[in-house]
Each structure stands twice: as structure tokens, then as C-alpha cells.
């Protein structure tokens, strides 16, 4: 599996979402590739990963 790289940039700095967007689109890619090769649609996929990312602004256990 690839590294996903750590951050270069504080918090601050304003291409930090950016650089971590980069990081972390080859491992998204992947995901949603074998989401579509199982015969999920575009749609779908897309709404199951904004809802995956909104959950994990929810406290765990709850």
C-alpha cells in the first residue's frame, strides 16, 4: 500500500487542504476504481464518500 505523505505546512498555511488533497487522491482513486468494478455507480460512490467524510466529524460511539 503507498505512503500517504505527512504534511509539509503547518495548519496555517493556506495550500495545506491542497497539499493534502494531492497526498491522498491516488488512495481515493483506488477506492472509488474497485467501488465501480463491483458495479456501484459514479453517483453512488460519490454519495457514500461525501457521507463516509461527514461522518468523521462525528464523534465516535455516538
Known sequence: MP????PKHPKCHPDR???CQEAIEA????IAD??????????EVA???MELADNEDTPRGH
Open 3 to 6: 505512503k500517504i505523505a505527512a
Open 27 to 30: 488512495e481515493f482513486q483506488s
Open 17 to 19: 487542504d491542497l497539499h
Open 34 to 43: 474497485r467501488a465501480f468494478q463491483a458495479g456501484r455507480s459514479r453517483e
Open 47 to 49: 454519495t457514500a464518500l
